[in-house]
């Protein structure tokens, strides 16, 4: 039996089977030997197989609370476990905080990212946002910035937030003020998400859920308030599900999805060798071409013409920062610190 994973819990997984049930299953014990060095060798999108349970197991002990949302479909009473995956056509991944993995993978078979920050309220760093663009740029997912919170800004702020729809409009990539408190610009986010696989993700805090919220009548998921001692978010998410557009209808012909993860404080970059980080942002790799050198590390070369570039600004200096703290990323104690 076959199917697509809508909610990883940690310890359980929903599967949404080609034939329409929904079954709650577990990874085959020995799953996790097969070189998957990841806090979760199953990720939410994932294509996989399934198969029955091992002797000694009772139904009961696969069954879990399902989908907030409404659904016509009927949990499957047999236990299931997942036996394989068949090959991902891209993945959002970010190196894990624990040590002993390596990484792990926040969705996988998406079809674009939206990425959700703001100024303020909390404010989302530069640098958070160019690691998650360079993986999303390394794993070919297409990125939407949309800038959440417009409503709360103070004019300075939001002049500020027009300067950075601009530096990212620049490079290439698309971005949406938005207010999902307010509505504003909301309608304009629908069409873009019609019929795709859409990640949602995006610091604690920056109003994701209530985005969704916004966008798929009466899934009603919980938000919660800024800290206003550290003007941080507080988990409200605490594990990744695919949501259908039309949470009120059937889960075996969604309209598109969305996909809920938890909020990240930092970005640790997984996998990416120095001499391939150049490619991974668009205006430094133009440049690049250009080099006296073609191993330029872009950092101390004569003849570089990306110093040059920047010299001249027309490379951002945040970009490039973020450029140079992920050639850093060999330290491999770096990426534990939040970004």
Not at 77 to 91: A, G, Q, V
Not at 134 to 153: C, T
Not at 182 to 190: C, K, S
Request: glycine residues 6%; hydrophobic residues 35%.
């Amino acid at each position: 039996m076959k199917g697509l994973v809508i909610k990883n819990t940690g310890s359980w997984y929903t599967v949404l089977t080609d034939d329409g049930q929904l079954i709650d299953c577990k990874v085959k014990g020995n799953f996790r030997l097969k070189g998957i060095r990841s806090t979760n060798p199953v990720a939410v999108g994932d294509r996989v197989t399934l198969s029955s349970s091992q002797p000694g197991h009772s139904p009961q002990d696969h069954l879990s609370p399902l989908t907030p949302h409404p659904s016509p479909l009927t949990p499957h009473p047999s236990p299931l476990f997942i036996t394989d995956i068949e090959d991902r056509r891209n993945y959002i991944i970010r190196k894990s905080i624990n040590l002993s993995k390596q990484s792990h993978i926040i969705a996988a078979n998406v079809d674009q990212a939206f990425l959700v920050v703001t100024v303020n309220y909390p404010q989302t760093s530069t640098t958070f946002i160019d690691r998650f663009l360079a993986s999303a740029e390394a794993y070919r997912v297409p990125v939407v910035l949309i800038f959440n919170k417009s409503d709360l800004l103070s004019p300075d702020e939001l002049h500020y937030q027009e300067m950075m729809i601009r530096l990212y409009e620049t490079i290439g990539y698309t971005c949406q003020a938005i207010s999902a408190a307010t509505g504003e610009g909301i309608d304009l986010l629908r069409p873009m998400l019609e019929g795709k696989i859409t990640l949602l993700s995006g610091n604690s805090g920056v109003g994701k859920s209530t985005l969704i919220n916004r966008l798929v009548p009466g899934v009603n998921l919980r938000t919660a308030e800024i800290s206003d001692a550290h003007n941080t978010g507080q988990h409200t998410t605490t594990f990744s599900e695919m949501i259908p557009l039309n949470a009120s209808q059937s889960l075996s012909q969604p309209e598109g999805w969305l996909i809920d993860t938890p909020g990240i404080k930092g970005f640790g970059t997984f996998d990416m060798e120095p001499e391939e980080l150049t490619s991974y942002f668009r205006e430094i790799f133009h440049f690049s071409k250009d080099c006296r050198f073609s191993n330029c590390t872009h950092t101390h070369e004569p003849g570089c013409a990306v110093l040059k570039a920047l010299e001249d600004h027309y490379i951002a200096e945040s970009r490039y920062q973020s450029y140079l703290s992920m050639l850093e990323d060999k330290d491999d104690s770096k990426y534990r610190a939040a970004y």
